[in-house]
């Protein structure tokens, strides 16, 4: 593409000459630019990437956008948000992919990975080909890739929907996280659907405020428009439990179906049963009421399978498909996954990093047991502050035996975090065993029969990062050895 035909798009601009080279790629890391590519300046968190542009030129790149006039031997355009034209000409440059899907996004701070692959799982039933994009990977059909972000930017997320549409897939499910909407990562996406979760505390540390937060979510809703695309009407799929889903049907113009337990909503769940052995509930819709199973357990569980029902009942799938797959999946990696070896009692490896996600996920194991509750939890380091004196309070209000241990410290000092979790308890009995192993081990060791272990905070995660180090390190898999280990002794 014509470096003058890509930039037309963009409405206010200046640039440096009327060199019109030909594009082959689009960059914003000067590491990857070769012969033919426009490298985007990046103003980012850790550097500015404006003094990389030099060495993108040595690297090949023939034009550069930038936010600030540069005296280089290359066109420059110069914009008033480097960010924002990224974006755009990622869309164009990959020829508007997302115009030739029918695109899901799923914004809220807990379920989105979980509504993701339960969405995916239903669409695959139906015969679509699917691309998946989140937390754990990214998915073209059955092929995965590993990802760096939940929700990556703007430029490899238009390219990996490039890839989706090439590589003939129909329905992408992604989740959208709070950061990529703030940051613009999804501007340029055209969402058929998208779907909100819930709103509560997590990521002060980048939003400041609880209304910021809620706000960036917004973001999602409000960039639905009225517009129909070959015929087809975009959908807002709200929780009608959370307060927040008031102001996200204020913000789109988007037909909008709810969905919930408590409050009155289009897809609703009644009569609710949770056991071991599963989740029970009454599906009413459409003025028909169907009896499910999930193998899913827990409330928040029926909450992601109702999201989920919503999002692919406005698509078009038939409902019978729909509630065969919700009552067929089993689970997603790392969330509530049940590790089994035999043993007597319960150990569950979990992705709870926030106050509500762990409150939840506690009381559903007691829901599981009379016996004791062991919490084995830490807080990541150089994120949120202010979560962690809540998540220390939520275990130590649900669990019997606690044990605060690290989680992923970063660049931070373990004191200092647990000190911020040990604001939120005093008085409480808990112990410290700094090294997630070990107390892990201990945990395991301690249990009698018939109690449950819950492991939170890393789910599928198959590290642990302590300082500028990424150790190998997977709860699943230290679960299963000390279980083998405490077996054996
Ligand atoms: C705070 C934040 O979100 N940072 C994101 C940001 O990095 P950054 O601003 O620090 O980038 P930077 O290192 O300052 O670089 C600036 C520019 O210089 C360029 N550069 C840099 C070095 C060089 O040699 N040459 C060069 O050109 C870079 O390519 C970039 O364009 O841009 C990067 C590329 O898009 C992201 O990967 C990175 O996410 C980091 C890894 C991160 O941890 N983000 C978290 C907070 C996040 O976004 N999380 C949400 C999920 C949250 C949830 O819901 O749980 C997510 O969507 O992942
Ligand atoms: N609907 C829900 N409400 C509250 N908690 C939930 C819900 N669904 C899942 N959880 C809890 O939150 C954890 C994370 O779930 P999941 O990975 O699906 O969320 P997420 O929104 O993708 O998180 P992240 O922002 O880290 O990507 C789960 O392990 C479980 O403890
Ligand atoms: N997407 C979340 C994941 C947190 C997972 C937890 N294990 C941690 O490292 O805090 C974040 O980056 O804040
Ligand atoms: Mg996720």
Redo the contacts with the bound molecule.
Sequence with gaps: MMLQDLIQYLHRYQVSSALNPEIDSIVMDSRLAKKGSLFFCIQGYTVDGHIYAEEAIRNGAVAIISEKVLDVPVPVIVVPDSKRAMAILADIFYGQPTHKLHLIGITGTNGKTTTTHIIESIFQKHRQKTGMIG?INMKIGDQSFPVKN?TPDALTLQESFHRMVENGVQTVVMEVSSHALHMGRVFGCDFDVAVFTNLTQDHLDYHKTMEEYKFAKSLLFSSLGNAYKLQKPKFAVLNADDAASECYALSTAAQVITYGINNNSDIMATNIEISGKGTKFDLVYDNRVVPIHLQLVGKFSVYNVLAAIAASYVSNIPMETIIKVVEEMKGVPGRFEVIEEGQDYTVIVDYA?TPDSLENVLKTAKQLSRQNITCVVG??GD?DRAKRPLMAKAAISHAHKVIFTL??PRTENPARIFADMESGIKGHPYEIIEDRRQAILKAVNEASPGDVILIA??GH?TYQLIGDKVLEFDDRKVAREAIHAKGSS
């Design positions: 937390t939940t990093h807080c990541g994120r989680d992923n905070g890393k995660e």
